[in-house]
């Protein structure tokens, strides 16, 4: 089966223009705490001056909109009489002269015993509020012990220097993760009274090792939720349990710890805290902190010459058979404007031979390293060594790396850096003076959270988000309205999705067995997963309670990130340089791929999947790799559907295969395609659940879609339905796929498919089939009420379509879906 697929989307309502002091640009700011290594007053020049010349360097102004997020002074508070001399003397020493409102309210609330969310801007000083709680009780009590998650590594090993630099006696802060040394971690858990980790080594290594934990846990006062806003989806649903689990183990040893979360500024942090931790959450989001002025640039590539070999080839139209669809690297195989990643890379050595300390966020591994490397070529162009000062930052670099690639931006030793979102999150940066955006990240919320890295306490910061020339970024560059006027998206996690609780409650029964009354901590839905536990033979019932009957642990997967890692190494040298995530191998590793690591080049000579290695010899080609990938959908049983004459909706499994079958070789300096080379490796399966409906061709023609517009309106219906699924399934929709055709060989008919994007389902289909007229109507109405004249990312465009949002029909449809509504009883 082939058809037109989609694997992410973007929000389908259209959000009216808020107020700029109540929208998330409100809330970039700078933040108290210890300044950031000082490069000296006057180095470089002023955003707005910087601005002016970055924008006079080419024959056109790409600049379509700037926004100018005011200066904001912050509102003190005193220290809080509870906190003792010796803190607040050691924050003093910091450079904290005093806490912020929203830091003193979270942190008495925290301290008071409630359960608190503070949700405020980038660079708030959201970690003052919870170490200012934690350090007092770990000072007041010498035996009390807090534990902090984090969801990166990284941003764990910059609260533990946070932490350390305090230097208060006692608190022995440690990092306690999968580079943990294992000579190192004996003392950690006996000594360490402050442990920094992530959900990963809560759920693989501290809850299944509790009894050797019982000491840290008996005394355990706080538990600290950084970045929780990132615990989303399938994989928020996930560490929700975890963290159920770890109030589990709490309880038995006889602690109530209290909860402390920090979120980026998100819509209703307080009911996704609470859904999150399974407690009633105070949320605290007036920031009191002070912000200095940003400048935010939209910033469009300029169009290239026809002749430069790089113009784009002619979709495929509506009438046009649809072809399978193909995932390039980020940028379209022949574009019709300069490349985003040129640009972003133009712009950063700019930025860097003005002397302005810069971070460029690049969405791909790949381009953070094209953008660095080209970067690093035009500074050397310039002047000779002046590239040294600019890198790249990815995830898959070894820890060394990363932590000297940290220190090195923070200390002002480097200049530029292009990183994935792998410094979206917290990590202490906010030193830097600008920030590229390169292409947009797929939410608001990530969007000013990367914006938010720029900026000095009180300095004013630039900020530029470079479009792709793909039809959203496209989009927002020339409605700002739809960037600077909306809210950010609330942060969505059903922890009762059937899925995701019952190899929760198996791993819980590992650690201990389940009595009746764990069945209230894990929520609604527990009851069932155990029975059908029992019934599979995984538990077995005893007066007791319910025990685990095998051996082996359960394999939970947390984030699903498709498998084991894949080593790189040198095959000249066996010297490790890297990893890549399994899902990621074969379009970055396959045989003849060039992989870029800190600016040096390799081919793959051998990609070893049963043994997770890939093979690599370093070369300098002047070509590019972009592999290339087929999907296909079929159907694989259907346990529910409802006959609505003309209409059927159907509820069942489905396979979703995937291959990698080609890459393409272009020419680094012009992007010409020099040749399309067969590979030959194998498919990749993913059975789950989908809802799908089919329509008649005749009731289309009757409702006035012509049989060439057919792909589009089936396209566009698809994209809006599964931007309003989170309406009534509570998931992300980073979590579903989706695809449309006009005939499906398994239903002989045009039809739309909604996908889980996890193995077996993780039930979003199953709630979308059980309020399908409801999740229809609702986007039925958001297509038809949003003011565009022919659809734009609020109403049928999707942020990833895989057939870069063509064909798409926004009236036809509107003429779909009230087919759908007319005959669906509901």
């Known amino acids: 089966m082939q058809g037109v697929t989609s694997n992410d989307f973007s929000s389908a309502r259209h959000t009216p223009r808020h107020d700029l002091e109540s929208s998330p640009a409100a809330t970039v700011s700078a933040g108290p705490g210890p300044a950031p290594a000082d490069l000296g007053p006057g180095l470089g020049p002023s955003p707005t001056d910087l601005l002016r010349r970055l924008r006079a360097r080419g024959a056109a102004d790409p600049v379509t909109h700037v926004e100018r997020v005011p200066a904001r002074a912050g509102v003190p508070a005193p220290w809080p009489s509870w906190a003792p001399e010796e803190l607040r003397t050691a924050f003093t020493g910091r450079g904290v002269v005093a806490p912020w409102q929203h830091q003193a309210e979270a942190a008495t609330l925290a301290y008071e015993g409630q359960h608190v969310v503070v949700a405020t801007g980038t660079a708030s000083g959201k970690s003052l509020a919870y170490q200012l709680p934690a350090l007092a009780t770990l000072l007041a009590d010498p035996r009390a012990t807090v534990l902090y998650l984090a969801p990166t590594k990284a941003l764990a090993a910059d609260q533990l220097r946070a932490v350390a630099a305090l230097e208060l006696e006692g608190v022995r802060p440690a990092c306690y993760d999968g580079d943990t040394p294992r000579a190192e971690r004996e003392w950690i858990r006996r000594h360490s009274r402050f442990v920094l980790t992530n959900p990963d080594m809560l759920h693989h290594g501290i809850l299944p090792g509790h009894a050797q934990w019982s000491g840290f846990l008996r005394r355990l006062a706080y538990v600290v939720i950084d970045e929780c806003h ?221 914006a938010g890295r720029a900026g000095r306490s009180g300095q004013e910061a630039l900020a530029v988000l470079v479009a792709r020339d793909d039809p959203l970024d496209t989009y927002l560059v020339h409605h700002p309205e739809a960037i600077f006027g909306a809210p950010v998206e609330a942060t969505v996690l059903d922890p009762a999705n059937p899925y995701v609780l019952a190899p929760q409650l198996a791993c819980a029964a590992v650690e201990a067995p389940l009595t009746p009354a764990d069945l209230a901590l894990f929520g609604d839905g527990a009851k069932e997963a155990v029975d059908e536990l029992v019934a599979a033979g995984a538990l077995r019932q005893r007066p007791t309670g319910w025990y685990w009957r095998h051996r082996e642990r359960p394999e939970v997967d947390l984030r699903g990130e498709g498998g084991a890692p894949v080593a790189v190494v040198e095959s000249s040298t066996g010297r490790l340089l890297g990893t890549v995530d399994g899902g990621s191998s074969h379009f970055l590793l396959h045989p003849g791929a060039v992989y870029l690591h800190q600016g040096v080049s390799y081919v793959v000579d051998q990609l070893d999947l049963a043994d997770g290695c890939a093979l690599v010899h370093a070369e300098e080609p002047d070509w590019s790799t972009h592999a290339r990938d087929v999907t296909e959908l079929s159907v694989v049983s259907v346990r529910s559907y409802v ?150 990312p609020s109403c049928v465009q999707s942020p990833k379509c895989g057939n870069g949002n063509n064909p798409l029909s926004k009236p036809d449809a509107i003429r779909v879906l009230d087919v759908v509504l007319t005959n669906l009883p509901g």
């Not at 966020?361 to 953008?371: D, I, L, M, Q, T």
């Not at 989170?726 to 039809?751: F, K």
């Open 230 to 450: 990132t615990y989303r989806g399938v994989f928020g649903s996930h560490v929700a349990h975890v963290l159920r689990r770890l109030r589990r183990q709490c309880a038995r040893f006889g602690a109530t710890p209290v909860f402390v979360l920090a979120s980026a500024t998100s819509g209703d942090p307080a009911t996704a805290a609470g859904r999150l931790t399974g407690l009633p959450v105070t949320a605290v989001t007036e920031d009191a902190s002070p912000r200095g002025g940003v400048t935010f640039a939209l910033w469009e590539p300029p169009l290239l010459p026809p002749d430069s070999g790089s113009a784009s080839p002619v979709p495929p139209g509506p009438s046009s058979p649809v072809p399978p669809q193909t995932h390039g690297d980020h940028d379209d195989l022949r574009q019709v404007r300069r490349s985003a990643l040129r640009e972003t890379a133009d712009l950063l050595a700019d930025t860097v031979a003005e002397g302005v300390r810069t971070l460029a966020f690049v969405r791909s591994r790949k381009g953070a390293e094209v953008v660095a490397a080209n970067a690093r070529r035009a500074l050397d162009d310039a002047v000779p060594g002046l590239g040294d000062r600019v890198a790249a930052y990815r995830g898959g670099y070894l820890r060394e790396e990363r932590r000297e690639l940290e220190r090195a931006l923070l200390h002002g030793d480097l200049l530029g850096l292009a990183s994935t979102n792998a410094l979206e999150l917290g990590v202490d940066l906010v030193g830097l003076d600008a920030v590229l955006i390169c292409g947009y990240p797929g939410t608001r919320a990530s969007l000013w959270q990367q």
């Open 643 to 792: 006959d609505a004459g003309p209409v059927g909706m159907f509820l069942g499994e489905v396979d979703v295969t995937s291959q990698v079958v080609s890459y393409q070789r272009r020419r680094i300096a012009t992007g010409e395609v020099i040749d399309t080379r067969p590979l030959d490796l194998p498919t990749r399966e993913l059975r789950t659940v989908a809802v799908w409906f089919t329509l008649s061709p005749q009731s289309l023609a009757l409702a006035g879609v012509q049989t060439a517009d057919v792909p589009g309106a089936l396209h566009a219906a698809e994209h809006a339905a599964i931007g309003l699924l989170p309406l009534m399934a509570t998931c992300d929709r980073w979590d579903i796929g989706g695809l449309s055709t006009a005939l499906h060989p398994d239903t002989e008919a045009p039809t739309v498919f909604v996908y889980d994007g996890h193995p077996g389902g993780a039930g979003f289909a199953e709630r979308a089939y059980g309020t399908a007229a409801a999740w229809l109507r609702a986007t039925r109405d958001a297509i038809a009420e949003c003011g565009c004249e022919t659809g734009c």
